[in-house]
């Protein structure tokens, strides 16, 4: 492999990564699980002034409003990169792409913990099979997985009678809807609990409780709804592939049949 290089952090990863940015000639093709190392964000910022073509894909936090790395990706937009967002499968990629000729893939993350403190590693290459693998994944996810906005709402009619089958709530993502169905088993692992509607609880619809809301309830509520026919009402999000509704309150929850 011509030009191979490790990456050390932190021993090295910095620089190199200042290196391989201020290098760029034509494009800079990212995706990254973190996005806060203000000195590489500001590196990139100046590429896509200075008129290279940056394009960067990240997966954004729910609600966005709260996401603390928004403003950093909000910064690298405002100066002419393009941002897009997948929220599904979570990008948890560490990678650059320059110029379509060379490529950085690794451990570290844009954070100045990763840089600084950790030991991570990485390498940064230039042998053009390898990066045409990595070229041709950006590609794909930058063309069909990929959107503009951090999260898609749903335009899918509600029904009449203002209430949805659990069955069809993954129709309903980022929006607040009221979802029917009956509990037939419940996950508590002591830090989370899960209603679920079905016993598949990697694709099917469920309700997450945390802890610290168990006890607003008036029994627990893996006692008090287990087997009951509910009604819930919430936004409806999307975690790890499947629909979810997360709620903190009693009174967004209904038994309707014992």
């Known amino acids: 492999m011509r030009d191979a290089k490790l990456v050390w952090s932190p021993i090295n990863a910095r620089q190199k990564w200042i290196e391989l940015i201020d290098g760029a000639q034509t494009s800079i093709d990212l995706e990254q699980n973190s996005w806060s190392a203000p000195e590489i964000v ?39 990169a393009q941002v897009k967002y997948i929220n599904q499968p979570y990008i948890h990629a560490k ?8 490529a950085f893939i690794g451990s570290e993350n844009v954070s100045d913990n990763s840089l600084n403190n950790n030991r991570e590693l990485g390498i940064i290459f230039d042998q053009a099979d390898a990066v045409a693998v990595v070229q041709r994944t950006f590609e794909y996810d930058w063309n069909v997985l990929a ?25 309903y993502y980022n929006r607040e809807v009221t979802i029917e169905g009956k509990i037939v088993k419940i ?57 979810e509704i997360i709620i903190n309150k009693p009174d967004v929850i209904v038994i309707v049949y014992k």
């Open 42 to 80: 500001e590196r990139v910022a100046a590429a896509a002034r200075r008129g290279i073509k940056v394009r960067a894909i990240f997966s954004p936090r729910d609600p966005i409003e709260l996401d603390g790395e928004e403003a950093q990706r909000d910064y690298i937009r405002r100066a002419g």
């Open 147 to 171: 959107h503009s906005e951090p999260f898609l709402v749903s335009d899918t009619v509600i029904p009449a009678s203002g209430i949805v089958n659990w069955k069809d709530a993954a129709r």
């Open 187 to 243: 996950y508590n692992s002591g830090r989370v609990m899960w209603l679920q509607f079905s016993e598949d609880y990697q694709t099917d619809m469920k309700v997450v409780i945390f802890p610290s809301d168990w006890g607003k309830f008036p029994q627990r509520p893996d006692v008090l709804f287990m087997g009951k026919t509910i009604r819930v009402t919430g936004k409806v999000v999307e975690y790890q592939g499947a629909p």
């Open 95 to 102: 990678m650059f792409l320059i110029d379509g000729k060379r």
